[in-house]
């Protein structure tokens, strides 16, 4: 254990003005409120945040981290408080100590929905000040290096796996991979220690039969820049067993085909010496194809830049090289703590707007419902390796690997997500599903007319791009639901002779369990009440038998219909509410010129029938789910319908090409084939066709039948 002395001087050699004496009573005072306290190795617990301090000093930083690190577990663990810190250290020390302290608890925590609040509190923190998150890696960075004395293996476990899934990632955003690698590689053996001990025994094996082979190869890459006049100093190292095991799981591929398992590092003095160094290495060695990564004119978000190439190297060895100036190297193993504010003159606060990807998750934070989203939409965030992208003016868009133009538009803003309708990818335009790769040049197109597609969510893989189309969605749907679950009220009542209020419900709130009148409405709208539910409640001295007697099927679709009055766009059907959630059944597929009825369906708003549709009987008892409804009497011919047909096809060479044909030329477009059944002789199968109306479908349909080559034709129904 680092005694007092040590500690200080050792952070005074790297910074002559860090306040000694705040050391000192941090150090003192952090020893006496632990106390007796020992860890679960059986060492004191003073131990701990010692040995944080320390690994905080090997980033140089300063004085104050290395106070909150000596400080962070006294409000958690001992009788001190915030205020105690706050009247002994200063605010800025106390504010970094509570900001770990909170953070603390998610190790305790196996309930997703805490260990989510407690990472949500996190980002909070590290958003005030990166130096919470700093010590908070280190904490955990030596939590894990005494991981194995923990006796239950299910907390091994979860710590393990939190550490892989949230710690790691963080550490690699701000840079320091160092700590990256090795959380990493701890979580690794905890989580799999069968597959790393075997891959640390395929590495040993290649050590022995290669004899001094990483010499070797560094010897030959030092003569061959040496004679081509570039001073650099290169050094060689093994990949880890957890990277080695990702790349294997990424790329599908098996050991023997990686060619970076041992990678070569090659620092030199400015930015033309690495295009220097690359030209050398290029020169002597055959290039691995798509294995060269230029970081230096597209940096990583961490800020990392290096140049990367995969080489047949030296006796013909796959090795990757990596090429950068000595400035890029600190950056690379020290991140944010290679230029902390004391070096540079800057507030923390100043340090901090280089991160985009912090506000991007402070965007994420914003939009998601609910701290478990939140997490999600985080990992994808996090998890994911990278395009880089440019806009027609040139800036770079970084994104995961896999994302679209429409994650790349809420990379932009979100107002350019939101109104996105289309893209154009190198200068042609492309579907928003498209995936993007390096170097895409990427125009979105938008109107103010557009909101966001909720089909857009199957596709994006940002969380930020996620989070704000699922914020649409839910507000979309609560205001469809309130106009639903309205309506459903207001002919509850009025079939009781009552008039509907929102303030008739203030005294059933409780009955329901409800905390506002319109958090009872859109449980209406969403089905989970009946609008008879409701009026019973408000007025419980009706009884069945004073009720109307309840209309049958048949009956709802007699009754006159309203002509809907002239305001805003014309909907196509008539009886629906502006804005009402609706979909069509799947079951009979109602196409417009059916007659039609709706049917309150729970969390879905209202699902479309055909009245001849068997699945009505199932609604048969509960006739106020009915609504009645018709098809506008102007409908919309540009609106595309599914209409199912069933269809017995002679299995003959190109029928099926007939048939395609004869849809086509009636202006049909198959949306869906699917054969049911086949014989020597005849295919059965159900096609969706998009067409307009019942009177299109009927001519396609006329048309079938008078071809040769089918059988028979009908119009599918459930």
């Known amino acids: 254990m680092m005694r007092q002395f040590e500690l200080v001087e050792l952070v005074k050699s790297y910074d002559p003005t860090a306040d000694e004496d705040a050391i000192n009573r941090a150090y003192v005072y952090a020893m006496k ?387 996105c309708v289309g893209a154009k990818v190198n200068g042609r335009m492309m579907p928003l599903r498209t995936p993007l790769n390096n170097g895409d040049q990427v125009e979105i197109i938008t109107s103010k007319a557009q909101t966001p597609n909720p089909t857009w969510e199957r596709f994006v893989v940002t969380g930020r791009a996620r989070a704000r189309i699922r914020r649409f969605i839910r507000t979309q749907q609560r205001s469809q639901y309130i106009d639903l679950g309205r309506a459903i009220l207001n002919r509850a009542f009025k079939q009781e002779g009552y008039e509907y209020t929102d303030k008739a419900l203030d005294g059933v709130l409780k009955i329901f369990k409800m905390s506002s009148v319109e958090d009872l409405v859109v449980t209406v709208g969403e089905g989970n009440l009946t609008g008879r539910d409701v009026v019973s409640a408000v007025y419980p001295e009706l009884k069945s038998t004073q009720q109307k007697a309840q209309r049958s099927p048949d009956n709802v679709v007699a009754l006159k219909r309203a002509k809907p009055k002239a305001q805003g766009p014309a909907l196509p059907i008539r009886g629906l509410i502006p804005g009402m959630a609706m979909h069509f059944a799947g079951c009979c597929h109602p196409l417009p010129g059916d007659r039609i009825v709706g049917i309150v369906t729970t969390g879905k708003g209202v699902t479309i029938h055909t009245i001849d549709c068997d699945c009505l009987e199932q609604f048969a008892d509960t006739p106020e789910r009915w609504l009645d409804l018709a098809w506008s009497e102007t409908p919309d011919d540009s609106e595309v319908h599914i209409g199912r047909i069933s269809l017995v096809v002679v299995n003959e060479p190109g029928n099926l090409g007939n048939l395609s044909t004869v849809i086509a030329k009636n202006l049909g477009n198959i949306n869906n084939l699917r054969i049911t059944s086949r014989t020597a002789d005849y295919f059965e199968m159900i096609i969706d066709v998009e067409v307009r109306d019942v009177k299109h479908l009927t001519n396609i349909i006329a048309a079938l039948r008078a071809t040769p080559s089918i059988n028979s034709v009908e119009r599918a129904r459930n």
């Open 33 to 419: 409120q632990h106390g007796s306290q020992l860890r679960a190795s059986g060492d004191p617990y003073f131990s701990h945040p010692i040995e944080v301090a320390g690994i905080l000093t090997k980033y140089k930083m300063d004085a104050a981290s290395i106070i909150t690190a000596l400080l962070h577990d006294t409000i958690e663990d001992t009788p001190a408080t915030v205020a105690d810190i706050t009247k002994m250290f200063g605010v800025e020390i106390s504010r970094l100590v509570d900001g770990v302290t909170k953070l603390s608890r998610i190790e305790l925590q196996s309930d997703q929905s805490k260990q989510a609040e407690n990472f949500r509190k996190l980002v909070l923190a590290m958003s005030e000040d990166i130096r919470v998150l700093l010590v908070k890696l280190a904490d955990r960075l030596h939590n894990m290096r005494t991981l194995h004395y923990i006796r239950n293996p299910e907390k091994r476990r979860r710590i393990a796996l939190e550490t892989m899934e949230i710690y790691a990632p963080l550490a690699e955003r701000i840079g320091i991979s160092e700590i990256k690698n090795e959380l990493e590689d701890l979580a690794f053996a905890e989580l799999h220690p069968d597959v790393r001990g075997s891959l640390v025994a395929r590495l040993n094996f290649l050590r022995e039969k290669g004899g001094d082979l990483i010499g070797r190869i560094l010897e030959e890459l030092r003569n061959n820049l040496k004679e081509a006049g570039v001073e650099a100093t290169v050094s060689g190292r093994e990949k880890t067993p957890y990277s080695i095991w990702r790349k294997m799981q990424l790329k599908n591929v098996a050991f023997e085909q990686l060619s970076d398992i041992m990678a070569f590092r090659l620092l030199v003095g400015s930015v033309e010496d690495c295009y220097r160094a690359l030209g050398v290495i290029h020169s002597h060695y055959p290039m691995v194809p798509n294995r060269f990564k230029d970081y230096i004119s597209t940096p990583k978000p961490n800020g990392y830049r290096s140049l990367h190439t995969g080489v047949f190297g030296p006796e013909r060895h796959r090795i990757e090289v990596q090429i950068r100036t000595y400035e890029m190297h600190e950056v690379s193993e020290l991140g944010v703590a290679a230029h902390w504010s004391y070096k540079q003159g800057l507030r923390p606060a100043d340090d901090r707007k280089q991160y985009r990807w912090l506000r991007e998750l402070l965007d994420i934070m914003e939009h998601a419902s609910n701290p478990e989203e939140f997490l999600e939409h985080t990992k994808l965030e996090m998890f994911q390796d990278q395009v880089f992208c440019f806009t027609p003016k040139g800036d770079l868009i970084v994104l995961p690997r896999g994302a679209c133009p429409v994650d790349f538009a809420y990379a932009v803003h979100s107002a350019v997500g939101d109104t």
